[in-house]
């Protein structure tokens, strides 16, 4: 991969900074690892942007697949450790959203008492 600066911060952006790449890993700390399970959240991802993310995060070592159904062959998505490692970052922003940006839900309780090491990789 060419890297465009010698940042940190600039190559962590290039890989986690786009549009939808931390709200998959946030539905994969809330337990989601199927394909229609990442659609079917409030942000409305299209199959296209979906698969497309999926295969970035898997090239980047955020994520692993393992298929679970032969035929068609459908796969699972679960977190590498790069992927639970990003865990208290989206944990902190999210919570700088709640104080900062009006009108944000609060997650699930459940996503803040979480750590990287509660986190399956199946």
Known sequence: ?????ICPLANCL???GDKWTLILLRDMYLGKQRYGDFLSS???ITTNILASRLK???ENGLIEKRAYQDKPVRYEYFLCDAGKQLLPVVQAMS???EQHISGCRQPPAAFYA???DDLATK
């Open 56 to 58: 970035e995060m898997l």
């Open 42 to 44: 409030d942000e409305g």
């Open 1 to 5: 991969m060419h890297k465009r600066s």
């Open 14 to 16: 290039d890989q986690i």
């Open 114 to 116: 979480l750590s990287p």
């Open 95 to 97: 919570q700088w959203a």
